[in-house]
C-alpha cells in the first residue's frame, strides 16, 4: 500500500533508478513477510502422511529395482495411483509358477528388509504405525482395498 | 518542503524503529525477570516504567513524523520496519525474552536486506515537491479517496466494536473481524504517514484539515490497536505488525488493562 501510495500521490514512478531491481526487492520483502508470518498457503493441500508412504513405497521400489531389474515396473505403475495396497505389498503379481512362488517368498523377506532399514524398527511396528497413520485424515480413502494388509 | 535527504530519512527511520522496540523492552523486560527469574522490583521502580515507556513512544511519533518529511515514504517506511524487526529480534533474543525460529531468523534478514537496498534502487529523493499540486491530480485524488473511505468505513466498524466490548461482551464474533482491523490499520498508518508529510508542505486551511486527518488517522489506529489487544491471535498480530508496526501501544494496552484489572 505504501508503494503505491508512492507512486500514484508522490510521484515515485518518476524517480524511480531500476525498475527491474525496485520490483524484485519489493517481492523479496513480500516473501520475507511470508516466511515470518505464520501462515502457510500449503498446508492445506499438502497430505504429509501420504508423502511419507510415497517415500516408503519409493524406497522399497528402488530395492526391488535394483534387485529384480525390470520387475520392480508394475510397482511404479501402483504409485502412480498412490495405492496403499500396493505401496504396502510391494511385490510384483506372480505369474502363477511354482519358481515364481519360491521367487515370491524371497521378494517377501526383501520386501520385509527394506522395511526394517526405515529407522531400525521391525516390520509389525512399522505397520502398525503407518496402519494408524491411515486411519485418520484426508487419506484415509487409501486404506480402501487394502484389507490384506497384514497379509 | 524541507530539503530532501534520503540518507537522514533512512537514518532516522531506523532510529524510530529502534526506539519503538526499546519503548517496548522497558515494559518488557522487568516483567520477564519478574515472572521468570522472580525479581522483585520496587513499587517506584515499576511506577516510573509506564511513562518511561509513553515518553520513548512519544520520541518514536516525533522521530517517524521528521523522518517521512525528508524522504519517499516508500523508502522510510520499509526501512523502519525492518530496524523494528532486526532489533525486535536482537534485543529480545538476546536477553532470552523471545525465542526466534530459524524461518523467522531467516525472514528478518530478508525483510532487512530488502529494505537496505531500497534506497538504492527505489526512488530517489524529489526537491521541491508542491504537496496541492501533487493532490489535484486525477489519479491521486482517486486514490486518495479510496484510503479515506477505507479508513472511515473500517474504522466505524472499529469503533462499533468498541463499544459492543465496552457494553460488557467478551469476544467480538464478527464475519469480517480481521479484515476490517487489517484494512483500518493498514490504511490509516498508510494515510498518516502521508499526512504528516503534509504537514510541512501546507499552510492556513490546508494545514488545519491535514492535522484533522492526522488526528482521525490516529484516533482510527488507537482503536484497531485496543482492539488487536484484545481480540486478534498474537500469531496473527505479528503479521500485521510487520505491516503496520505499533507493538509497543500493544504492550502499553496489555499493561493498561493489566495494571486496570489488579
Known amino acids: 500500500m505504501n508503494t503505491i501510495t508512492g507512486l500514484i500521490i508522490w510521484q515515485d514512478w518518476l524517480v524511480i533508478q531500476s525498475w527491474g531491481g525496485y520490483g524484485v526487492v519489493m517481492c523479496q520483502i513480500l516473501l520475507g513477510v511470508y516466511l515470518i508470518s505464520s501462515l502457510d498457503g500449503y498446508s492445506h493441500s499438502a497430505d504429509s502422511n501420504y508423502a511419507l508412504a510415497q517415500s516408503i513405497s519409493i524406497q522399497l521400489v528402488k530395492d526391488k529395482i535394483r534387485k529384480n531389474g525390470n520387475r520392480g515396473k508394475s510397482m511404479i505403475v501402483g504409485l502412480a495411483g498412490g495405492n496403499i495396497k500396493t505401496m504396502m505389498n510391494a511385490i510384483p503379481e506372480d505369474n502363477g509358477d511354482e519358481d515364481d512362488e519360491e521367487e515370491d517368498d524371497e521378494d517377501d523377506d526383501f520386501a520385509s528388509k527394506s522395511l526394517i532399514s526405515f529407522g531400525g524398527t521391525t516390520i509389525d511396528a512399522l505397520k502398525d504405525s503407518i496402519r494408524s497413520m491411515f486411519s485418520y485424515g484426508s487419506v484415509h480413502s487409501y486404506m480402501q482395498g487394502s484389507e490384506d494388509f497384514d497379509a | ?262
Open chain 2, 1 to 262: 518542503m524541507m530539503e530532501q535527504n534520503v540518507t537522514y530519512a533512512s537514518g532516522l527511520a531506523a532510529l524510530g524503529g529502534c526506539l519503538q522496540v526499546l519503548a517496548i523492552l522497558i515494559l518488557a523486560y522487568p516483567e520477564f525477570q519478574k515472572t521468570q527469574h522472580n525479581i522483585k522490583y520496587s513499587e517506584r521502580f515499576e511506577q516510573i516504567l509506564v511513562p518511561l515507556n509513553i515518553l520513548c513512544q512519544i520520541a518514536v511519533g516525533l522521530v517517524n513524523t521528521v523522518s517521512t518529511w525528508y524522504g519517499p515514504v516508500s523508502i522510510v517506511i520499509p526501512i523502519r520496519v525492518s530496524a523494528q524487526l532486526i532489533f525486535n529480534m536482537l534485543f529480545f533474543g538476546k536477553l532470552g525474552i523471545e525465542n526466534f525460529p530459524k524461518d523467522v531468523r531467516v525472514g528478518t534478514y530478508i525483510v532487512v536486506s530488502g529494505a537496505l537496498i531500497l534506497p538504492i534502487v527505489g526512488p530517489t529523493a524529489q526537491q521541491g515537491q508542491n504537496v496541492v499540486e501533487l493532490l489535484e491530480q486525477p489519479l491521486s485524488e482517486f486514490w486518495t479517496m479510496i484510503l479515506f473511505s477505507l479508513t472511515a468505513v473500517s474504522g466505524f466498524y472499529c469503533m462499533r466494536f468498541i463499544a459492543t466490548k465496552s457494553n460488557g461482551k467478551k469476544k467480538l464474533e464478527h464475519p469480517y473481524k480481521f479484515v476490517i482491523l487489517l484494512t483500518a490499520r493498514v490504511t490509516s498508518a498508510v494515510l498518516s504517514t502521508s499526512i504528516s508529510k503534509f504537514l510541512v508542505g501546507t499552510s492556513g486551511i490546508g494545514l488545519l484539515i491535514t492535522i484533522c486527518a492526522f488526528l482521525a488517522c490516529s484516533v482510527v489506529i488507537t482503536c484497531v490497536a485496543i482492539l488487536q489487544a484484545t481480540e486478534v491471535d498474537q500469531s496473527v498480530v505479528s503479521l500485521q505488525q510487520v505491516f503496520i508496526l505499533n507493538p509497543s501501544f500493544f504492550t502499553l494496552t496489555h499493561r493498561l488493562f493489566h495494571s486496570s484489572c489488579r
